[in-house]
């Protein structure tokens, strides 16, 4: 046995001689690749890494009933989430210790079993783990390692027997400090209890009578005003500063309710996408504060989306475009700000226009029209 293949291969040989100290007569029992797995994990010379790819290995070759098997490096990393370069080195390290026999091949994976290592890989647990020994509730010595479950692992007694926490003494008293108290007695309390109270003596009935509610219901009065000032109504002035600002609205005022339900009230903006609808709405509310007006604002974006020159997705281009032709149109005196109907006509929403001529021949044209007179329209006949 060469310094790189120090272990025999644990189908060609049982279990050695120094091994069986570490095991029980029930563990004894197993077959011979369960023991190599418990005594694999009875080094405490061996990385997590290093017993995670011999385990790998263990089910490679036994889990799969072979005596050898051929896994890649690559495939072992992918599996434990390892680095290639952790498996190679952990895989020497097995190989040097004895735990696995490496057949390299040069065309094809290496082939590894698993092996027993030489008695030198593994020491007597018995004499270099420290056991707690403190008593139990049964009177024997506690066979747990010593620190296991403290803050300090390997020395001292277990998290289950720990030291006695010393008495406070009254000459041990630096955890305590006395409340010295720098405002006067307001109320009788044990310090100054009066001796003579259930005398027939005459007392000062404010010096016996308890007031702690009363200070109790006076403080919790003066808190609760002072945590209720945070809270401002709107025009309320505010403390937080020299200034006198007044404090702003709780919520502040929703001016795009009109815009909004104007549209809502056009199919293909309400239709929108939301990013687009704000955009829409931001620009009719600018056009209502300018004063154009509803119906205006309605009858021109129809008249946009009638004549079609905008694509199906440009909805603000499109509307923008039909308030500037409503704004010109208001500016040149060809369309009512309010209606969008020409204000000299008979139809216009203004109603301070005096009675014109025309606007008498356009109503007897209609009349004529319907087959109706005046006296007809006076007596409500037709």
Same mark, same amino acid.
């Given at each position: 046995m060469n310094e790189q293949q120090r272990g025999i291969a644990i189908d060609e040989a049982g279990l050695p001689d120094w091994a069986r100290t570490h095991f029980s *007569?029930?563990?004894?029992?197993?077959?011979? *690749? +369960?023991?190599?797995?418990?005594? /694999?994990?009875?080094?405490?010379?061996?990385?997590?890494?290093r017993l995670n790819i011999a385990q790998r290995l263990y089910v490679h070759t036994v889990g799969k009933n072979r005596k050898e098997a051929s896994p890649s490096q690559e495939s072992l990393a992918r599996d +434990?989430?390892?680095? $290639?370069? =952790?498996?190679?080195?952990?895989l020497d390290d097995l190989e040097h210790q004895g735990w696995i026999i490496v057949r390299r091949r040069s065309t094809h994976f290496n082939v590894y079993r698993l092996a027993w290592p030489t008695a030198d890989v593994l020491s007597d647990r018995k004499e270099d783990v420290?056991?707690?020994?403190?008593?139990?509730?049964?009177?024997?010595?506690?066979?747990?390692?010593?620190?296991?479950?403290?803050?300090?692992?390997?020395s001292g007694p277990c998290k289950l027997h720990p030291d006695p926490e010393p008495e406070p003494t009254l000459e041990d008293s630096s955890g305590l400090q006395r409340l010295e108290s720098t405002e006067p007695d307001s109320t009788p309390?044990?310090?100054n209890f009066n001796s003579n109270r259930?005398?027939?003596e005459l007392q000062r009935l404010e010096l016996n009578t308890p007031t702690v509610g009363v200070e109790y219901v006076g403080a919790l009065?003066?808190?609760?005003?002072?945590?209720?000032?945070?809270?401002?109504?709107?025009?309320?002035l505010t403390d937080r500063n020299a200034r006198e600002t007044p404090a702003p609205p709780a919520q502040p005022k929703d001016h795009s309710f009109p815009a909004r339900s104007l549209i809502a009230g056009i199919e293909r903006y309400r239709n929108a996408p939301g990013w687009a609808r704000k955009h829409l709405v931001a620009l009719t509310a600018t056009a209502l504060e300018a004063g154009l007006g509803?119906?205006? /604002?309605?009858?021109?974006?129809?008249?946009? /989306?009638?004549?079609?020159r905008y694509a199906e997705h440009q909805h603000i281009p499109e509307l923008r475009a039909a308030l500037a032709r409503l704004g010109r149109d208001v500016a040149l005196g060809h369309a009512c700000a309010t209606c969008a109907r020409d204000p000299g006509g008979s139809f216009c929403c *203004?109603?301070?226009? $005096?009675?014109?001529?025309?606007?008498? *021949?356009?109503?007897?044209?209609?009349?004529?029209?319907?087959?109706? =007179? $005046?006296?007809?329209?006076?007596?409500?006949?037709s």
């Open positions: *007569a029930a563990q004894l029992t197993l077959n011979a *690749a +369960l023991l190599w797995v418990l005594l /694999i994990y009875m080094s405490t010379t061996l990385e997590s890494s +434990l989430n390892l680095s $290639p370069q =952790t498996v190679s080195v952990a420290a056991t707690c020994g403190r008593l139990t509730k049964k009177g024997e010595a506690c066979g747990r390692r010593a620190g296991w479950g403290t803050d300090t692992p390997g309390t044990v310090g259930w005398s027939n009065r003066s808190s609760f005003q002072s945590s209720s000032s945070g809270v401002l109504s709107e025009g309320q509803r119906d205006a /604002i309605t009858h021109y974006a129809a008249m946009a /989306i009638t004549e079609a *203004a109603t301070d226009r $005096p009675w014109t001529d025309d606007d008498q *021949a356009a109503l007897e044209a209609a009349l004529d029209h319907l087959g109706v =007179t $005046p006296d007809d329209l006076d007596t409500g006949t």
